[in-house]
Protein backbone atom coordinates (compact mmCIF):
# COMPACT_ATOMS: atom_id res chain seq x y z
CA UNK A 1 0.00 0.00 0.00
CA UNK A 2 1.36 3.20 -0.49
CA UNK A 3 0.66 6.50 0.17
CA UNK A 4 -0.81 9.63 -2.04
CA UNK A 5 -1.40 12.91 -1.99
CA UNK A 6 -3.78 15.15 -4.01
CA UNK A 7 -4.01 18.97 -4.59
CA UNK A 8 -7.67 20.05 -5.51
CA UNK A 9 -11.04 18.52 -4.10
CA UNK A 10 -13.22 19.45 -7.43
CA UNK A 11 -14.91 16.18 -9.65
CA UNK A 12 -11.80 14.60 -10.98
CA UNK A 13 -10.22 15.35 -7.42
CA UNK A 14 -12.54 13.07 -5.63
CA UNK A 15 -12.74 10.42 -8.60
CA UNK A 16 -8.72 10.16 -8.53
CA UNK A 17 -9.32 9.55 -4.16
CA UNK A 18 -12.01 7.13 -4.18
CA UNK A 19 -10.42 5.05 -6.38
CA UNK A 20 -6.70 5.21 -4.74
CA UNK A 21 -8.62 4.41 -1.92
CA UNK A 22 -10.54 1.21 -3.34
CA UNK A 23 -7.27 0.25 -4.57
CA UNK A 24 -6.19 -0.16 -0.92
CA UNK A 25 -4.08 3.02 -0.81
CA UNK A 26 -3.74 5.54 1.76
CA UNK A 27 -4.72 9.35 0.38
CA UNK A 28 -4.70 12.72 1.69
CA UNK A 29 -6.84 15.33 -0.31
CA UNK A 30 -6.27 18.63 0.07
CA UNK A 31 -8.60 21.85 -0.88
CA UNK A 32 -8.68 25.67 0.12
CA UNK A 33 -12.37 25.19 0.44
CA UNK A 34 -13.72 23.20 3.09
CA UNK A 35 -16.97 22.33 1.57
CA UNK A 36 -15.29 21.06 -1.70
CA UNK A 37 -14.65 18.10 0.89
CA UNK A 38 -18.43 17.60 0.15
CA UNK A 39 -17.84 15.54 -3.21
CA UNK A 40 -16.03 12.62 -0.95
CA UNK A 41 -18.42 9.74 -0.56
CA UNK A 42 -19.93 9.17 2.96
CA UNK A 43 -17.33 6.51 4.60
CA UNK A 44 -14.13 8.36 2.86
CA UNK A 45 -11.29 7.11 5.18
CA UNK A 46 -8.49 9.39 3.81
CA UNK A 47 -7.02 12.62 5.70
CA UNK A 48 -8.87 15.72 4.43
CA UNK A 49 -6.70 18.90 4.53
CA UNK A 50 -7.95 22.44 4.64
CA UNK A 51 -4.70 24.80 3.66
CA UNK A 52 -3.29 25.97 0.46
CA UNK A 53 -1.64 23.05 -1.25
CA UNK A 54 1.81 24.52 -2.24
CA UNK A 55 2.38 25.39 1.21
CA UNK A 56 4.56 23.01 3.23
CA UNK A 57 2.73 23.35 6.78
CA UNK A 58 -0.24 21.90 4.72
CA UNK A 59 1.62 19.47 2.88
CA UNK A 60 2.88 18.19 5.81
CA UNK A 61 -0.32 17.69 7.03
CA UNK A 62 -1.09 15.33 4.40
CA UNK A 63 2.05 13.47 5.36
CA UNK A 64 3.81 14.28 2.38
CA UNK A 65 7.00 13.27 3.51
CA UNK A 66 5.72 9.96 3.31
CA UNK A 67 3.90 9.82 -0.31
CA UNK A 68 4.74 8.24 -3.09
CA UNK A 69 3.13 10.08 -5.59
CA UNK A 70 1.26 13.65 -5.58
CA UNK A 71 -1.65 15.04 -7.90
CA UNK A 72 -1.95 18.45 -8.30
CA UNK A 73 -5.73 18.91 -10.07
CA UNK A 74 -6.99 22.40 -8.82
CA UNK A 75 -8.62 24.96 -11.40
CA UNK A 76 -5.19 26.62 -11.16
CA UNK A 77 -2.38 26.44 -13.37
CA UNK A 78 0.03 28.40 -11.53
CA UNK A 79 -1.17 26.78 -7.96
CA UNK A 80 -0.21 23.32 -9.70
CA UNK A 81 2.73 23.63 -11.00
CA UNK A 82 3.94 25.59 -7.49
CA UNK A 83 2.50 22.91 -5.58
CA UNK A 84 4.13 20.13 -8.19
CA UNK A 85 7.26 22.05 -7.86
CA UNK A 86 7.47 22.04 -3.79
CA UNK A 87 6.42 18.41 -3.82
CA UNK A 88 8.69 17.34 -6.33
CA UNK A 89 12.01 19.83 -5.15
CA UNK A 90 11.48 20.08 -1.41
CA UNK A 91 10.02 17.00 -0.28
CA UNK A 92 11.41 14.85 -3.01
CA UNK A 93 8.62 13.43 -4.42
CA UNK A 94 9.52 10.83 -7.09
CA UNK A 95 5.96 10.51 -9.03
CA UNK A 96 4.05 14.19 -9.66
CA UNK A 97 1.21 15.13 -11.99
CA UNK A 98 -0.02 18.70 -12.41
CA UNK A 99 -3.20 19.85 -14.63
CA UNK A 100 -2.69 22.78 -16.94
CA UNK A 101 -4.95 25.03 -18.60
CA UNK A 102 -2.30 26.50 -20.83
CA UNK A 103 -1.06 23.94 -23.58
CA UNK A 104 1.55 26.84 -23.85
CA UNK A 105 3.00 26.40 -20.05
CA UNK A 106 2.73 22.62 -20.63
CA UNK A 107 5.33 22.37 -22.63
CA UNK A 108 7.32 25.11 -20.46
CA UNK A 109 6.79 22.25 -17.60
CA UNK A 110 7.60 19.59 -19.50
CA UNK A 111 10.93 21.31 -20.08
CA UNK A 112 11.45 21.42 -16.69
CA UNK A 113 10.54 17.42 -16.18
CA UNK A 114 7.21 18.24 -14.73
CA UNK A 115 4.50 15.61 -16.14
CA UNK A 116 1.18 17.55 -17.68
CA UNK A 117 -2.27 16.70 -18.61
CA UNK A 118 -3.76 19.31 -20.53
CA UNK A 119 -7.39 20.05 -20.24
CA UNK A 120 -8.20 19.00 -23.63
CA UNK A 121 -7.41 15.23 -22.67
CA UNK A 122 -7.42 15.27 -19.09
CA UNK A 123 -9.41 13.05 -17.22
CA UNK A 124 -9.27 10.69 -13.79
CA UNK A 125 -7.88 8.15 -15.99
CA UNK A 126 -4.70 9.99 -17.13
CA UNK A 127 -3.51 11.56 -14.13
CA UNK A 128 -3.37 7.87 -12.74
CA UNK A 129 -1.76 6.71 -15.57
CA UNK A 130 1.37 9.12 -14.20
CA UNK A 131 1.02 8.77 -10.87
CA UNK A 132 -0.20 4.82 -10.29
CA UNK A 133 2.46 2.19 -12.17
CA UNK A 134 -0.23 -0.90 -12.38
CA UNK A 135 -2.42 1.18 -14.14
CA UNK A 136 0.59 2.12 -16.61
CA UNK A 137 -0.26 -0.60 -19.26
CA UNK A 138 -4.09 -0.79 -19.65
CA UNK A 139 -3.28 0.48 -23.11
CA UNK A 140 -4.63 3.34 -25.69
CA UNK A 141 -5.39 1.13 -28.10
CA UNK A 142 -5.75 -2.74 -28.73
CA UNK A 143 -5.25 -4.64 -31.95
CA UNK A 144 -9.10 -6.89 -33.09
CA UNK A 145 -7.36 -10.16 -31.44
CA UNK A 146 -6.64 -8.61 -28.35
CA UNK A 147 -3.29 -9.73 -28.18
CA UNK A 148 -1.20 -6.70 -29.01
CA UNK A 149 -1.44 -3.00 -26.88
CA UNK A 150 -0.34 0.28 -27.78
CA UNK A 151 0.45 2.13 -24.21
CA UNK A 152 2.27 4.92 -22.57
CA UNK A 153 5.41 3.45 -20.32
CA UNK A 154 6.00 4.60 -16.80
CA UNK A 155 9.62 4.05 -16.59
CA UNK A 156 12.21 4.68 -13.63
CA UNK A 157 14.13 7.83 -13.79
CA UNK A 158 17.64 5.87 -14.48
CA UNK A 159 15.99 5.00 -18.14
CA UNK A 160 16.89 8.97 -18.81
CA UNK A 161 19.54 9.37 -21.37
CA UNK A 162 19.59 5.31 -22.61
CA UNK A 163 18.57 4.73 -26.45
CA UNK A 164 15.30 3.48 -26.83
CA UNK A 165 16.86 0.57 -28.32
CA UNK A 166 18.34 -0.24 -24.99
CA UNK A 167 14.16 -0.28 -23.74
CA UNK A 168 13.63 -2.84 -26.81
CA UNK A 169 16.64 -5.16 -25.28
CA UNK A 170 15.69 -4.90 -21.70
CA UNK A 171 11.82 -5.83 -22.13
CA UNK A 172 9.42 -7.75 -24.89
CA UNK A 173 8.73 -4.16 -26.58
CA UNK A 174 8.33 -2.32 -29.67
CA UNK A 175 8.72 1.75 -29.10
CA UNK A 176 5.93 3.02 -31.66
CA UNK A 177 6.57 6.98 -31.00
CA UNK A 178 7.88 9.63 -28.33
CA UNK A 179 5.86 12.62 -27.05
CA UNK A 180 8.30 15.41 -26.30
CA UNK A 181 7.58 19.06 -25.53
CA UNK A 182 3.68 18.01 -26.37
CA UNK A 183 4.81 16.87 -29.87
CA UNK A 184 4.76 13.45 -31.29
CA UNK A 185 7.98 11.87 -33.12
CA UNK A 186 9.26 8.90 -34.58
CA UNK A 187 12.64 7.48 -32.40
CA UNK A 188 15.93 6.45 -34.95
CA UNK A 189 18.25 3.66 -33.13
CA UNK A 190 20.16 6.73 -31.77
CA UNK A 191 17.33 8.40 -29.97
CA UNK A 192 17.66 9.04 -26.16
CA UNK A 193 14.90 9.00 -23.72
CA UNK A 194 14.98 12.04 -21.86
CA UNK A 195 13.34 13.73 -18.94
CA UNK A 196 9.87 14.86 -19.92
CA UNK A 197 9.24 12.34 -22.65
CA UNK A 198 6.50 9.69 -23.13
CA UNK A 199 7.40 6.56 -24.63
CA UNK A 200 4.69 5.12 -26.51
CA UNK A 201 5.32 1.19 -27.01
CA UNK A 202 3.63 -1.93 -28.51
CA UNK A 203 3.80 -4.58 -25.86
CA UNK A 204 1.53 -8.24 -26.03
CA UNK A 205 -0.87 -8.53 -23.15
CA UNK A 206 0.69 -11.25 -21.83
CA UNK A 207 3.80 -9.38 -21.50
CA UNK A 208 2.38 -6.45 -19.69
CA UNK A 209 3.25 -7.08 -16.33
CA UNK A 210 6.55 -8.19 -17.12
CA UNK A 211 7.51 -4.88 -19.50
CA UNK A 212 6.12 -3.04 -16.06
CA UNK A 213 8.13 -4.79 -13.56
CA UNK A 214 11.10 -4.60 -15.81
CA UNK A 215 10.81 -0.50 -16.76
CA UNK A 216 9.83 0.33 -13.19
CA UNK A 217 13.72 -0.55 -12.21
CA UNK A 218 16.68 1.20 -13.12
CA UNK A 219 18.31 -0.33 -15.81
CA UNK A 220 21.17 -2.48 -15.15
CA UNK A 221 24.73 -1.17 -15.16
CA UNK A 222 27.00 -2.23 -17.64
CA UNK A 223 30.21 -4.07 -15.68
Not at 19 to 37: C, K, M, N, P, Y
Not at 49 to 77: H, K, M, P, W
Not at 78 to 86: C, E, P, Q, Y
Amino acid sequence: MAHFVIMGCGRVGATLAHTLEDSGHSVAIIDQDERAFRRLRTGFGGRKVTGIGFDQDTLRQADIENAYAFAAVSSGDNSNILATRVARETFHVEHVVARIYDPGRAEIYQRLGIPTVAAVRWSADQVLRRILPETAIKGDFREPSGRLILTELALNPGWIGHHVVDLEAAAPLRVAYLTRFGEGMLPRPDTSYQQGDTVHAMVQGTDSAEVARILSAAPEKEI
